[in-house]
């Protein structure tokens, strides 16, 4: 197990080296911050002078060096917009995204495998019809359109929840949380559901598609054979079965409704790092770009990881040991 | 026979509503059997034999349905009792041990949890007494240190340790009747050997009727009492095992006899059934083993009835072999 680990570490660390180079030089194509952030009467030195302050009169691999040395010492640069550190701006904001991020899954794990589960037991009944049908939609509808559909329904017509922001926030363990507060909870609902739409409809494709299979396995008869509960056979043997193609995508996916989430946070102005992100493209603030993306790299990394120490929990048929080459 | 039979299955028929139309599995079979004895069905693949071990459980899935006929254990009719008393009844009067030990253990939980879920289900005792059963369960059947292996999963063990965990699964519950599914096929002639081995000393200690589902006629030579031999869903011959093996006398059951490989036939080429077995969906009119048999004439394009031949054998054939003219009466049941 701890080979394995530390083989994992040791491989993720060559791919953040990787993506850190495809990152800067990404960034370093998109386009020159000068422009947008030098005023527009500035003289020619005053704007050599401001390319000098930012280092970007240096060649790009000069650049790219600089910045990994700083890196390495945890500075990922500061910001040209708020000349403050990118990582400290977006770690600040990050609390807010991680929120939106598990209560989403949540809502996708909590409302999708039953649901799944159900479609599969009773495949030709028209509820499980109308879940699959509904999943279809959670699939192909566009998050930002739901989003605003959801805003005018239930912010603008019936007025039930807030249509931004974070409402009020408590501080939990260091971290500033909307969720356990009504208020909060009232302002976190929508951007979740929102966000969950697309994971809600894959858990229940996933879940449904497991118990489909899994219930025409032997297995499954074998423990109707034995007399047991149909409860039984389904929250026991056949759940514990499905659970683990819907951990592994889930788990992948989490990282993906972190980084997703910037279409939701941008259309519900919520204050997390996607919004950070979207603001600081526009004004090609590529130190927070470059920090964001690196984020999402070890965030994505770290993530593996812990799906495939998870998937050996759940399926006694994988133990993590160091494959012999 | 004398005494009550532990099952007894009368005009039982299991149909499969497909797509393509009605396939009779199980076609109107009779057979009953005693406690503590051993019942062989045998047959080739699709005969339906299985269909009939599962219609005993009440484990038809759709598109099948139990459509006919009654299934008596001890006098109660499985086909009408309800879903929950059927629940009670299985795992703990009648089991099942299936064909493919890779596939009857749930490959993500313990056995331990699969053997004490099996008590548990049915009775209101302690997790600890319970695993006791489990325990002793496991080294009845020949599995060294039990209290090691409870703790293991499926995939730790081979093909032979699992039926062995299954068998022990179904025996947990000290049922009467047990429906063994091809246990063995999947397994080495030497693990299936013990397996025989050990069922046949638990049935003969405990009173538990046996029914055995198998294409091997030596294994039903050495282990069974009586014989049902199934052909596209109907059985064709029943009776004594020793005198159905020495002197088959329906067409099927000899050339399932003639297609074993023997050292008294050595060089000989083997003799084997010609054609296949019909698809369901399709059976020929009149006697569904007419379009193979050798002996077939045009009264086989009529459905034959039941006959009854000495040693209660009974037998469903217009032309069957005689080995003694005198021994066949025509009756019909």
Redesign the interface.
Known sequence: MSVFIIRRLLQSGVVVIIMSFIVFSGVFLIGDPVEILVSDDADQEEREEMIKSMGLDKPFLVQYGIFVSKALKGNLGESFVFNEPALLLILDRMPATMELAVVSLMIAIIFGIPLGVWAGLKPDSWASKSIMTGSILGFSLPTFWVGIMMILLFAVMLGWLPSTGRGDVQVILGMPLSIFSWDGFSHVLMPAVNLALFKLSMVIRLARAGTREVL????I??????????S?IIL??VM??IL?PVVTVLGLEFGGLVAFSVVTETVFAWPGMGKLLIDSIGLLDRPIIVAYLMIIVFLFVFINLVVDILYSI????VRLQDVKS | MTQKPTLDVRDLRTYFFTKGGVAKAVDGITFSIAPGKVLGLVGESGSGKTVTG?SI?G?V?QPGRVVGGEILYRGEDLNKVSAERM??????NI??I?Q?PM????????ID?QMI??IR??EKVSKEIARQRARDALGQVGIASPDERLRA?P?QFSGGMRQRV?IA?ALLNKPDLIVADEPTTALDVTIQGQILYEVQKLCSQTGTALIWITHDLSVVAGLADQICVMYAGKIVESGEVNAVLDNPMHPYTHGLITSVPSKNKRGAPLSQIPGMAPSLLSLPKGCAFAPRCKWSNSNCQEQPDIRLAPQNRRLLCHNPIEYNNDNIRQETS
């Open positions: 025409h396995q032997d297995y008869k074998f423990a109707k054979a034995k007399g047991l509960q149909e039984r026991v043997h514990k079965n683990i759940l399926d006694p048929r | 599962f459980l484990l899935d629940r009670e009844l299985r795992g703990v089991s099942m299936f493919d596939m009857t253990l749930n490959p993500v939980l313990r949890t879920e099996a289900a049915h999963y995939h299954a699964i």
